[in-house]
């Protein structure tokens, strides 16, 4: 398993002025033209091959005509959810602003979400509404879309969508009038860039704000980048990051970027299931890195997580209870490795977390192996 992570090609000097700039509001296009995305070279990569694959998407249309029980609720809830719904028109920008008086990411958020549910949705009904959905928003967020500013630039957010919009693109790779070409060389001129210079950077310069949520969800969105571009290098960088050291997942599940909740630990767990599900999904294990540290961690939160509020929505951002995270933990480490996680288990059934997502996405009650 290759663990060898992509040279490190900007200096740190040069991010510090980065930085700076950032401040006066420069678009993140011009200010990070040192920090270029490694190129990419050509791998035997599948695809789909980020959250769901080809046998994953049979068992979840196979779960779909689920009557009674979680695989219903999930089903329904995900079919709902008003970020499923068809016909959406995005709303693109060309300059993403993550921060400050002039942030404009949630335009971006609702838009990705809404591809990825579409995406999903078409992958396992067939039905060409939601197909052509996906393929409306993400093609317009490629057209579009050409520098990232805001304060803080490196934050979570801009890492984030990288990752979200490279799920969606992943489904719809396939559409026959879907531009798979261009929305990639969005991601990888314009949001690639931002993620790597964070990851490139000393973990004080980014000030106070910096925690190991933020450094994830950049992991997260070049390894999706990655996976999305066959690009090898990229996934070297965060096999090594996480195989190599256990100061990531040693972090979890105490990670903290500065909240009052317990989402943020959660946020953490999740981001981290997402990159071993997708290593998983290329050929590369990482949920046994460190005597399978991460499930040690999941069932040391699972056991702390306080019972949700009663009536919780579906979907709600944020809360233990509507993670994806236990049922991605739960489906590898109890139903594909045979291994004792009732704490995860008791986490994972009730879970309800279709729809309505903001740092991660993915399944719960539908994905949940019963």
């Keep these: 398993m290759p663990s060898d992570p992509a040279p490190v090609t900007a200096s740190r000097r040069s991010f510090l002025r980065s930085v700076a700039v950032v401040g006066a509001g420069v678009g993140a296009a011009n200010l990070l033209g040192p920090f270029t995305a490694t190129p990419a070279r ?5 695809h789909p091959g980020l959250l769901h694959t080809t046998s994953g998407l049979a068992t979840l249309r196979t779960r779909s005509a689920a009557t009674t029980g979680p695989w219903a609720s999930g089903w329904a809830a995900l079919r709902s959810h008003p970020e499923s719904q068809p016909g959406r028109s995005p709303r693109p920008v060309a300059t993403l602003d993550t921060g400050g ?5 949630p335009t971006l958020l609702g838009d990705a979400h809404a591809a990825y549910q ?9 039905e060409a509404g939601y197909g052509d959905t996906a393929r409306t928003v993400l093609d317009a967020w490629g057209r579009t879309l050409t520098s990232v500013t805001g304060s803080p ?3 979570q957010t801009a890492g984030i969508y ?5 799920n969606a693109a992943e489904l719809v790779r396939d559409h026959p009038e879907f531009d798979a070409a261009r929305f990639g060389t969005m991601l990888s001129d314009v949001l690639a860039p931002v993620s790597e210079a964070y990851l490139d950077a000393e973990p004080d310069a980014c000030g106070p704000s910096y925690a190991v949520n933020w450094e994830l969800s950049h992991l997260a969105s070049v390894q999706a980048i990655g996976v999305f571009r066959d690009d090898t290098a990229a996934l070297d960088r965060v096999t090594g990051a996480l195989a190599d050291t256990p100061r990531l997942m040693n972090a979890i599940p105490y990670g903290w970027d500065g909240g009052d909740s317990d989402r943020y630990s959660v946020t953490g767990l999740g981001l981290l299931a997402a990159i071993c599900e997708t290593a998983w999904n ?3 294990d990482l949920y046994a890195a460190h005597d399978d540290r991460l499930l040690t961690a999941a069932e040391e939160m699972a056991r702390h997580e306080p019972e949700p509020v009663e009536g919780l929505a579906l979907g709600v951002w944020g809360t233990s209870a509507t993670s994806p995270a236990w049922a991605i933990l739960h489906d590898h480490y109890v139903t594909r490795r045979g291994l004792a996680a009732p704490q995860t288990a008791l986490l994972a059934d009730r879970a309800r977390a279709e729809g309505g997502g903001f740092d991660l996405v993915g399944l719960g009650a539908l994905a949940y192996h019963l």
């Design 101 to 105: 008086p002039d942030e404009n990411f």
């Design 162 to 166: 990288g990752f979200v919009l490279a």
């Design 282 to 284: 290329q050929g590369r």
């Design 153 to 155: 630039l490196l934050g």
């Design 118 to 126: 579409n995406a999903l949705l078409w992958k396992i009904t067939g």
């Design 42 to 46: 050509a791998a035997d990569g599948t």
